[in-house]
C-alpha cells in the first residue's frame, strides 16, 4: 500500500515556476515508476511526466517537454514537479500516481495509487 500527498500548487501568473512535491508512505517506494497527471474542468485527466523507479527514465507530454522537470528521491519517498514558463493553460489539479505502467507510462489506468490532486492555476 502506497498512500500520496500532493503539495506546492497555488496562483501564479503565466511565466512563473512552481514546484510540485509528492510525498508517498511505504516501503516500496522505489519499486513504483511515479507519474504527475493534470486534470482541468471539464476534461478528461492526461499524462503530463513520468519517471522509473530509479528515476533514470524520464518521460514527458509534449505539450510540457523543455518546461517541466519530473525528479524522485528514493530516500525521502518524493517525487518532485519542477514547473517553469507556465502557461494558462497548465491549469489545472495536478495529481502524483504510482504504479507499474511498463511502456504505457502516459496511461492513467496503470497506475495503482493516487493522491488528492494539488490546484494549479496560472492566470494570463
Known amino acids: 500500500q502506497v498512500q500520496l500527498v500532493e503539495s506546492g500548487g497555488g496562483l501564479v501568473q503565466a511565466g512563473d515556476s512552481l514546484r510540485l512535491s509528492c510525498a508517498a508512505s511505504?516501503?516500496?517506494?522505489?519499486?513504483?515508476?511515479m507519474g504527475w497527471f493534470r486534470q482541468a474542468p471539464g476534461k478528461e485527466r492526461e499524462f503530463v511526466a513520468a519517471c522509473s523507479g530509479s528515476g533514470a527514465y524520464t518521460y514527458y507530454a509534449d505539450s510540457v517537454k523543455g518546461r517541466f522537470t519530473i525528479s524522485r528521491d528514493n530516500a525521502k519517498n518524493t517525487v518532485l514537479l519542477q514547473m517553469n514558463s507556465l502557461k494558462p493553460e497548465d491549469t489545472g489539479v495536478y495529481y502524483c500516481?504510482?504504479?507499474?505502467?511498463?511502456?504505457?507510462?502516459?496511461?492513467?489506468?496503470?497506475?495503482?495509487?493516487w493522491g488528492q490532486g494539488t490546484q494549479v492555476t496560472v492566470s494570463s
Open positions: 500516481a504510482a504504479g507499474n505502467p511498463s511502456a504505457r507510462y502516459y496511461s492513467p489506468g496503470m497506475y495503482f495509487y
Open positions: 511505504g516501503r516500496t517506494f522505489s519499486s513504483y515508476a
